[in-house]
Every structure is written in C-alpha cells, then in structure tokens.
C-alpha cells in the first residue's frame, strides 16, 4: 500500500478502489478523496503542446466543436456580463479567445499545451507556471477551471493562491468529472474520464465541496450537465470497447497531435469504426446523461463559488 499522503486531510490510509493501466486509483479511509497515487502532476511528456493539424476539413471540424465552448460563455455571462477573466488551465486558449471577442479582459494560463501564446489588447496567453505570473496579473472578477483541477496534486493549495486573485464579489468556476456519476459506476476502470495518470484526484460532489470550503469558498451553484463532456463521456467509453485505440474519436476531434504514431491505415480503421458507432450511440448518450444529470449523478460537476466573507 502507498505511503502517499492525502492533500486534502493528510492521511495516510486508502482503500484500493480500481487498477488501470497499472495505476492505483484509491480513496483516502479518512476524508474520503479519490486519487490516482503515485501520478506527477504536470508531467511535460503528457501535455504535448498543441499542435493541430492543417487544412480545411480538419478547420471545419475544429469551428464545430467550438461551438461547445459556447455552453461555457453563456454561464459565465449569466453570472458576470463584463470584467477581467482568467482561464487558468487554457489548453489550445479557444475558450480565452472567445471570452475575448465578447468583450471580457482574458488571461489564460497553460503551463504546456498551449501551443500558441499571445499578447494582445484584450487576450494575455501564456504558456507559464503561476507562480511565476502571479504577482503581476492582478485581480479578476471571474477565473474558471474547466477540467482542470482534476490534473492537480493538490487542488487546495492552488485555490488557495487563485482566490488571493478574485476581485471583491468575483466568482470562481469549477468544473470536474464526476466520479460518483452513473458513467463511472457502468464502465468502471473503462470509464473514459478516469485518464490515469494524467488525472490524478477524482472528486465527487461532496469532496469537492470540502475542497472548495477549506480554500475558503462558498458555493452559490451547481451543476451536474455539461453538453460538452457529459455526452462524450458515454459515446466514447462505450467506443472503448468496440474500437482498437482507446479514446480515438475524441484525440481525434481534439486533434492535439495525440494520434501521430499510428499508421494511415490503422488510423483510417479506427476513424471508421468510430464514425459509425458515434452515429448510433450519440443520440442514446445524450438521452442517458440528461436522465443522469436529473438524478444529480451527471458525468461532470460545475460549481460556481465566491470567496468567503
């Protein structure tokens, strides 16, 4: 048994919940967080840079897909129709980008991946640590994690260094998956959104707000729908088991380099058996993952929160 220490309460004890791919994803016996242990965060070899294919099909593609972040922007606009916004975790800065042509004063933040940086009136993307930036970026009245914190050793400290940059009355947006959800306990260690190691605490509703409460966060929203991973989820965990290269349709649209080793023809095998059970299985995921996020066990967990008075 690991000797690794809880983030959350600093125990020391877990119970082994699921192996994959040789990784051990345990729950701490005392707080009850999930981990992926022994998992580096931030690992440059997982986080290739970005590097996106040319030509217009795949552009076509890439404009339709954005279309997703849009659920992202219509949140955020509800909640807070104009300020400064940091996206911190940007990946390719598509959702920077467009918070930007809305008219927010963006940052975006990514470590790795971001395979294009940029400075401009209103959009800062930098491919950088915090802590480097930190003291000089300044306050926001809205930072966003999308699927982000999911990839952090300890998700505490980094709210606690995000909320010193919330503005007063500013709101944080969390979103994660949802390891309680119904996607999890069907497909268990196939379930697409586990992605051991480069996920390495898997939060359920009630331990991320315990993580949330300790950085000094109170939640005012919740969420358990998320049209641009709640779906996928089903779609590609069930393609898992059908197609030859596992969570192939979804490297594919997010065409982020991941699929440069393998060969055209295998390639075009996968692409084509992915197609077609995409065709079938896309109306029925969206339809069980509507009647999941009713039940409050949807596949991702969106919680909005301001900092404590």
Not at 93 to 122: C, H, K, Q, T
Not at 126 to 152: K, N, P
Request: with cysteine.
């Amino acid at each position: 048994m690991s000797d690794e220490r809880c983030p959350n309460c600093g125990g020391g004890a877990w119970s082994t919940l699921l192996v994959v791919r040789a990784h051990e994803i345990a729950r701490c016996r005392a707080c009850d967080l999930v981990r992926t242990l022994g998992a580096i965060e931030d690992a440059p070899t997982q986080y290739p840079v970005f590097d996106q294919s040319p030509g217009p099909a795949m552009w076509l593609l890439r404009q339709g897909t954005a279309q997703l972040l849009r659920e992202r922007a219509r949140l955020v606009g509800r909640l807070a129709p104009a300020g400064r916004l940091l996206d911190f975790g940007c990946g390719s800065g598509a959702f920077a980008r467009l918070m930007a042509r809305r008219g927010y004063d963006v940052v975006g933040i990514e470590p790795f991946s971001l395979g294009n940086p940029a400075v401009g009136e209103r959009l800062r993307l930098l491919r950088v640590r915090l802590e480097s930036v930190e003291q000089s970026i300044g306050s926001f009245d809205v930072i966003t994690l999308w699927q982000v914190l999911e990839h952090v050793a300890d998700p505490g400290a980094l709210l606690v260094r995000l909320v010193r940059l919330v503005a007063p009355g500013g709101i944080v947006i969390v979103s994660v998956p949802n390891f309680a959800s119904w996607q999890r306990r069907l497909f268990d260690d196939g379930w697409f959104h586990l992605d051991p190691p480069r996920h390495i605490t898997h939060f359920e509703p009630h331990t991320l707000r315990a993580v949330l409460g300790r950085a000094g966060l109170d939640i005012v929203l919740e969420r358990t729908f998320h049209l641009e991973y709640g779906p996928i989820g089903w779609l590609q965990s069930a393609l898992n088991r059908l197609v030859p290269r596992p969570n192939f349709l979804y490297e594919f649209v997010k065409d982020r380099g991941a699929l440069g080793d393998l060969p055209a023809g295998v390639k075009a095998v996968n692409l084509a058996a992915s197609v077609a059970g995409a065709a079938a299985l896309a109306a029925p995921s969206l339809a069980v993952e509507l009647a999941a996020a009713w039940r409050r066990a949807g596949a991702v967990i969106t919680f909005v929160a301001r900092a404590s008075a």
